[in-house]
């Protein structure tokens, strides 16, 4: 085998085992076989539909990217890393967040490569150019986050550049047998099931039930756990979505961990095809209200288009529907320094971009 033909099978990942099995049985998502919903979950699409959805989503992927490519700022390193009581954020688009609470730089799904599907006959193009050299520019990370092990969420080549750089990985339960398999030390890494925590001093990191699936080849899908994640400090609480469809879990969580000061809700890459699994921007604003988030920032959206709807629509749906529902929105810029008390200041970045 080649070089190519090497780090092509090196995209699935870990394989999952008989002792793997047997420690995924103590979770109560695990029916024996895979990880499972808290409510029924249904993709609907048929073998017959698959070939039309396929060209349709392939044709007229350039009418729905921007005209040139997305800039995204140069961190200032100084400016991230000072200490600060509030807590601070970059988004790179799409779902990848570096946050900085208490002193520590998290990165949550960092997928800063090229292309956000390495396996398919065709690419899927990231709206910015050059991204994977971002890295090279990030502080040491204390945490590497892992919400659930989808393409667009680990990047192999982005895992690679960025191994070096970090700490500890927190993931959901079973995606530590991929890293294993890249060469992550285990002592390094910590899996999560549904509503599992960890503390380093005084931040309390919190698993959270979301209604999606997983798997990164034909034979491991839902063979790990997928969910978003929980911040809480003895001043902040902030919730990350992580993917998912609606369902009465946002409510459980507010009730649970909430409420929370801040949330990055998931919004963008829907279709009536996969609703189950990927909100519309109406009901994500409604999952931000559901879980009790005071300001709302919609990821999930700004870097691929992984879904048959224009680039900008789920942030301009996303915002008509909080005007309606009195939800405070944030909006930065790609790789804008932002701090997570600020609201109200309104940037619509995207629409002075065609």
């Known amino acids: 085998t080649n070089n190519y033909q090497m780090s092509f099978l090196k995209q699935f990942g870990g394989k999952i085992t008989k002792s793997l099995k047997e420690k ?45 490519p997305l800039t995204v700022e140069k961190i200032d390193l100084e400016t991230f890393t000072s200490h600060s009581d509030v807590p601070k954020a970059i988004w790179y688009g799409h779902s990848a967040l ?16 090229p292309n956000a599907s390495p396996i398919a006959p065709f690419a899927t193009k990231r709206f910015s150019e050059n991204t994977l050299s971002i890295i090279d520019e990030l502080p040491a990370i204390d ?9 667009d969420h680990i990047d192999y080549d982005s895992f690679k550049r960025l191994s070096a750089k970090i700490n500890k990985y927190f993931v959901a339960l079973g995606v530590g047998r991929h890293l294993v398999k890249w060469g992550v030390d285990p002592d390094k890494i910590t899996e999560f099931d549904w509503w599992q925590n960890a503390e380093i001093g005084d931040l309390k990191i ?18 790990s756990m997928w969910g978003g994640w929980v911040f809480t400090t003895p001043k902040h609480n902030i919730y990350f979505s992580g993917d998912g469809g ?10 649970q961990l909430g409420p929370f000061d801040f949330g990055f809700i998931e919004c963008g890459q829907y279709n009536e095809l996969w609703h189950a699994i990927h909100m519309y921007p109406e009901e994500a604003a409604q999952a931000a209200i559901d879980a009790g988030v005071k300001v709302a920032m919609p990821v999930h959206w700004g870097a691929f288009s992984l ?44 629409r002075e971009v065609e």
Not at 103 to 109: A, P, S
Not at 206 to 223: C, I, L, Y
Not at 246 to 255: A, C, L, P
């Open 24 to 68: 995924y049985s103590n979770s109560s998502q695990w029916d024996g076989a895979k990880f499972f919903n808290l409510e029924e979950t249904t993709m609907n699409i048929s073998f017959q539909d698959m070939p039309g959805l396929l060209r349709k989503q392939l044709c007229g992927r350039s009418d729905r990217a921007p005209k040139g």
């Open 143 to 151: 945490i590497l986050m892992y919400s659930h092990d989808h393409y």
């Open 98 to 113: 570096c946050l900085r609470i208490n002193d520590k730089t998290i990165l949550i799904d960092p997928m800063l490569g």
């Open 246 to 255: 609606y369902g009465s879990h946002f409510k459980e969580i507010g009730k």
């Open 307 to 350: 879904a048959m709807h224009h680039w900008k629509e789920p942030i301009d749906r996303f915002i008509a529907e909080a005007k309606i529902k009195n939800l405070d929105v944030v909006t930065p810029s790609l790789g804008l320094i932002f701090d997570l008390e600020s609201k109200g200041k309104e940037n619509y970045w995207w």
């Open 206 to 223: 919190t698993f959270t039930p979301s209604r999606h699936f997983s798997g990164r080849g034909v034979s491991d899908r839902a063979k």
